[in-house]
């Protein structure tokens, strides 16, 4: 049972412009939704999370926005540069933590 | 370096062979968690520790899998009896109350094969 889906497995981009990556999920039991960035060979690495009782977070060039209501969040990277060609995960948890839920995954590529 | 390291980074075993594969935490990291990533999907879940006690077992844990973490600080997981299905990346994450629960540092993975 997919709880958290990214339904682009792909997504390509002009430097300078916004990226936008999207994640739905089912369980509104969660509370707490996380970005990961993975370069290959590597361990995804934290970028952004967001709580229920927020509909927006930002930090620098990321935003990522939550729409309850539709069980929606997206992340958006603005500007966008090369350095940030990498796979995205969506995550999700209830508050206590325990487990993680991860999205399939996106595939961005930032082109010069 | 001080994160998450895991041993070894590749295994190619047989099926039928047990497999013990070992994570290393960020010091003080109260809680460390195991997943089990295979191409094209993201991490799955399979369990998590806070300090020595094995808290969340995923269903994706069967009777093979058998994960420890004797005195809170590194952790194994073992496979007996591989099956070819058992082939996938297993990761590996800590995180610490001090920073945030929610913010797991990830290590490189263990690349398992089954052949």
């Known amino acids: 049972d997919q709880q958290v889906k990214q339904n682009s497995p792909s997504l390509s981009v002009q430097e300078g412009r916004i990226s936008i990556l999207n994640c739905d999920y089912t369980n509104s039991m969660f509370d707490y939704f996380l970005w990961y960035k993975k370069y290959p060979a590597e361990g995804p690495t934290f970028l952004i999370s967001i709580s229920s009782i927020k509909d927006k977070n930002e930090d620098g060039r990321f935003t990522v926005f939550l729409n309850k209501s539709a069980k929606h969040l997206s992340l958006h990277i603005v500007p966008s540069q090369p350095g940030d060609s990498a796979v995205y995960f969506c995550a999700a948890s209830a508050y206590n933590f325990n487990k993680f839920y991860f999205g399939s995954g996106t595939k961005l590529n930032v082109k010069p | 370096d001080t994160g998450v390291s895991q041993d070894p980074r590749h295994k190619i075993t047989k099926r039928g062979q047990n497999v013990t594969f070992r994570c290393d935490p960020i010091s003080e990291h109260n809680r460390l968690y195991w997943y089990r990533q295979t191409l094209g999907q993201g991490p799955e879940f399979l369990t998590y520790?806070?300090?020595?006690?094995?808290?969340?077992k995923s269903r994706l844990l069967s009777d093979r899998f058998s994960a420890e973490r004797p005195k809170g600080s590194f952790s194994t997981l073992e496979i007996q009896r591989t099956e070819q299905g058992d082939s996938a990346m297993y990761l590996c994450?800590?995180?610490?109350?001090?920073?945030?629960?929610?913010?797991?540092?990830f290590g490189p993975g263990t690349r398992l094969t089954v052949t």
């Open positions: 520790f806070q300090n020595e006690a094995q808290l969340e």
């Open positions: 994450a800590s995180s610490a109350q001090a920073v945030s629960w929610s913010e797991q540092y």
